[in-house]
């Protein structure tokens, strides 16, 4: 681990059961006349927008709504909604949804007041700014994106092409637990796992890794793993839906200071060609890619086995990181998604093509424990077809 290390954060966290009704005075202390609230149609469609627009009523805030966030926001969806918030007047975003409508809120709050184009600035640290203010309201637990400086785009080309500046921290991250209650369970899992991988990965992050990612990322891990069960089983359960929303944010935390590897960098091209949901994209690669990383990760994990399975004892680092990951293989196969990469319409033909793609996240690849080629992430996807 380096000795020297930078931390960075989103400001203000507020936590809070209830929080979403009270939206409109957090853009009044913000000094906003009008506001942009960005989501999308599943979101809307379930009623998760009631509260907080009756609380913009009662305050009497002007407040417009943007709810045509697609998965994996395409760059024309996020340019659309730059469109609706210059349309409107808008003087502060709010991202209200999981990570694609908090994602797409990032980008707005940035392109709106900034003469950049958003191909501009796809890279990092691009970005000049300056940049609307911004609230993110997470309805995932999840992406850990209201605490990220990340936003990640689907371009015209199907490639899946990240921006990465501390601009794109939010003013202030809202956790409400009640606005999760009502995820459907295979959304629930793959949220989950996705917040699970980036504990692990920001873990054994190669470069940037530090002490303060390390005991956020253990303890994300700890929370997200002892009730990922319950908010399967009940999903009404608010203080196991609570507990996972405080583990993707402090997942979050972490990988935004200690980032992603190789998991990533190959679940990414299942979502660019295949539309393949970001955290099911996670799960199909994780165990794999684990087993790939022992070598290298070892004793990572076996300190990460100690966090989840505190009850147990082991003979050596190589026994203890076999249990860590044969106690996530068997999470992930629990899980109440699909589990090749067949079920999600990919075909033997298709490996290559993958594997060339996942070559190109090397902003990702360099992060990883143990150096992947091509021919490693082809038997990779090979191992899940
Ligand atoms: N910025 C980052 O740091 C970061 C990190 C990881 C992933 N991502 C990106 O985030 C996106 C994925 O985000 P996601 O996994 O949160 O999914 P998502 O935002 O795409 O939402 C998935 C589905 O869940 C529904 N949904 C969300 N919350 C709900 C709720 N409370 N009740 C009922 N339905 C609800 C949505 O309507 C949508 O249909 C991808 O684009 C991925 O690349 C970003
Ligand atoms: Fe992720």
């Known amino acids: 681990m380096s000795l020297d290390f930078t931390f960075e954060t989103t400001p203000r966290i507020l936590c809070q059961t209830g929080a979403a009704a009270s939206l409109a005075s957090l853009c009044v202390e913000l000094g906003a006349t009008h506001t942009l609230l960005i989501t999308d149609p599943g979101l809307e469609k379930a009623g998760l927008l009631a509260d907080t627009l009756a609380g913009f009523a009662s305050a009497g805030q002007a407040v417009t709504v943007f709810t045509d966030v697609q998965a994996d926001p395409p760059q024309q969806v996020i340019e659309q909604a730059a469109e609706a918030a210059r349309q409107a007047g808008a003087d502060l975003i709010i991202g209200f949804g999981g990570g694609s409508s908090m994602d797409t809120a990032k980008l707005v709050a940035l392109l709106v007041g900034c003469p950049q184009s958003l191909p501009d600035i796809y890279g990092v640290g691009l970005a000049k700014g300056p940049r609307l203010p911004l609230i993110q309201v997470p ?3 999840g992406t850990g994106s209201e605490v990220t400086p990340i936003s990640i785009v689907t371009t015209p080309t199907h490639e899946k092409k990240g921006v990465v500046s501390p601009l794109l921290y939010p003013d202030i991250a809202v956790l409400d637990a009640t606005l999760t209650t009502g995820l459907p369970p295979a959304v629930t899992a793959a949220t989950g796992i996705d917040a699970m991988v980036h504990a692990i990965e920001a873990y ?8 303060v990612s390390d005991g956020l990322a253990t303890k994300a891990l700890e ?8 908010v399967i089983a009940d999903g009404g359960n608010l203080a196991a839906r609570a507990a996972m929303l405080q583990g993707s944010l402090l997942a979050g935390m972490a990988f935004a200071n200690a980032p992603v590897g190789a998991v990533h960098a190959l679940a990414y091209p299942l979502g660019g060609h295949f539309h393949v949901p970001h955290g099911l994209s996670n ?7 684990l087993a790939f990383n022992k070598p290298a990760a070892e004793p990572l994990y076996a300190e ?17 990181a076999d249990a860590f990951i044969a106690f996530l293989s068997a999470m992930v196969a629990r899980m109440p998604f699909a589990h090749t990469l067949r079920e999600v319409g990919v075909t033997e033909a298709d490996l290559p093509r993958l594997a060339e793609d996942a070559m190109k996240q090397q902003r990702l690849l360099v992060n990883n424990p143990r150096e992947v080629s091509e021919a490693d ?4 996807y090979r ?3």
């Open 139 to 141: 309805t995932t637990a």
């Open 204 to 211: 054994t992050s190669r470069i940037r890794k530090n002490p």
């Open 223 to 230: 929370l997200l793993t002892a009730n990922m069960d319950t």
């Open 283 to 289: 799960a199909l690669v994780l165990c794999p890619v």
């Open 304 to 320: 990460l086995a100690a966090a989840v399975l505190p009850d147990q004892t082991f003979a050596s680092d190589s026994e203890a």
């Open 377 to 380: 992430a082809l038997a990779i």
């Open 383 to 385: 191992a899940i077809l």
